[in-house]
């Protein structure tokens, strides 16, 4: 019990399947993609042009020291000066003279003698 619709589909479909030859069927070349876009191409002229332009800079760095980038130079530093000090007179006070630390010694007198 197949409906008229299901079978002109049927039919339909063997007819499509019959145009479908082997030549049909073959392997195509696989896909290239994009190759080399602007997006490559400028990403790899900017870093090309970021090398060239630092190998630019230490160059005129290493080869041109006296350049405007150099620093001006410092005069060596002289020996000091020294000059005596005045001399100030300030009065020196006299040293204490030495108590005697040890008891004194008394001649011993005699024996009644006032």
Known sequence: MTRPVE????AALAARAALVTYRDLRG???PQGRGWGTHRVRAVAFA?????????????LALFPDGPAAPAPVLPA???????APPVHTPVPPLPTP????PAVT????????
């Open 7 to 10: 079978e002109r589909l049927r």
């Open 28 to 30: 195509d070349a696989p």
């Open 48 to 60: 090309v042009l970021g090398a060239v332009a630092a190998v630019a800079a230490a160059c005129l």
């Open 78 to 84: 002289r020996s000091p000066v020294i000059t005596p």
């Open 99 to 102: 108590a005697p630390s040890g």
């Open 107 to 114: 001649e011993p007198r005699p024996v009644g003698s006032p």
